[in-house]
């Protein structure tokens, strides 16, 4: 009988085969000496950190996180973390961490003035519908979703995406902004629309008060994926040590686990057949 591997024994597997080829990478660069200092948001939400509690290690970032410090040589109990709003770590200027993970998207504006690491994630595009389609019937398969009426917001990748991918039955709806698609969904005018995951959990968890995660195409099916990176202060001397960690973790594959553990398992949001 062969053995069943789960994505949890993976990520255990793959954590304590892996050297840390970066070990004492940071020395001296930090703002505390043997002390790497990680910034989240105030609250953090799930599926990025679990139950507001980053230095569990639980949740997407939180965990990228931790695996990241370790191959640059922290390990756990020399991670510490701090809060930080969104807007103040957008800001040039001083900072008062090493690095912050709140699902900052990289651009060409925010780079003139902080620096980001290279993408730990590429958003997937997710399908938010009600809870009475899935119960009418509606699954995570392409030949499902053609049958739904659909709405997206115009000017977006989105649009491409369902009419390229999904090519519905129906022509799609199109909205001004996202509130319109999601108002238009609670007055029953569309059954589903197409949201980056993070816009999409959020909508399905807080907007909506019936609202369900049908499932999520891989980001390589988007045109132009939405691409979170870790923010630092500008010429951070952290940045290359950084990059390396990410990259480790891409080539033996942590970072897709970490990815599938907490943003498909957790979430529960399957890939779309």
């Not at 990680?38 to 507001?52: L, S």
């Not at 509690?53 to 756990?76: I, L, Q, T």
Request: negative net charge; glycine residues 6%.
């Amino acid at each position: 009988m062969k053995p069943i591997f789960t994505t949890a024994l993976m990520l255990g597997l793959l954590s304590s085969t892996s050297a840390i080829a970066h070990n004492h990478c940071a020395d001296g660069k930090t703002l505390t000496p043997g002390v790497l200092t990680v910034a989240t948001g105030n609250p953090a939400y799930f599926p990025w950190v679990m139950d507001d509690d980053p230095a569990s290690g639980a949740g997407f970032e939180a965990a990228v996180a931790y695996e990241v410090a370790k191959r640059m040589g922290f390990e756990k109990d020399a991670v510490v973390w701090t809060r930080a709003t969104f807007d103040q770590s957008i800001q040039p200027g001083p900072k008062d961490f090493d690095f912050n993970l709140q699902q900052f998207s990289i651009t060409e504006d925010r780079e003139k003035v902080v620096d980001f690491s290279d993408p730990y994630y590429s958003a997937a595009m997710a399908v938010l519908v009600r809870k009475p389609t899935v119960e009418g019937g509606a699954t995570a398969e392409v030949d499902s979703l053609k049958s739904l009426k659909w709405g997206v917001m115009a000017g977006t990748t989105a649009l491409e995406t369902v009419n390229d991918v999904i090519a519905p039955a129906d022509t799609p709806l199109l909205y001004d902004d996202n509130v319109n698609v999601v108002e238009a969904m609670k007055a029953n005018q569309i059954d589903a629309a197409l949201f980056d995951l993070p816009t999409a959990l959020y909508l399905s968890a807080v907007v909506l008060d019936d609202g369900a995660m049908l499932g999520q195409f891989p980001a390589d099916r988007s045109e132009n994926p939405d691409q979170f990176g870790m923010l630092m202060e500008e010429g951070s001397a952290l940045k290359t040590c950084v990059n390396e960690a990410l990259a480790e973790m891409t080539a033996d594959g942590t970072l897709a686990a970490i990815e599938a553990q907490w943003l498909q398992e957790t979430t529960g949001v399957p890939l779309i057949k």
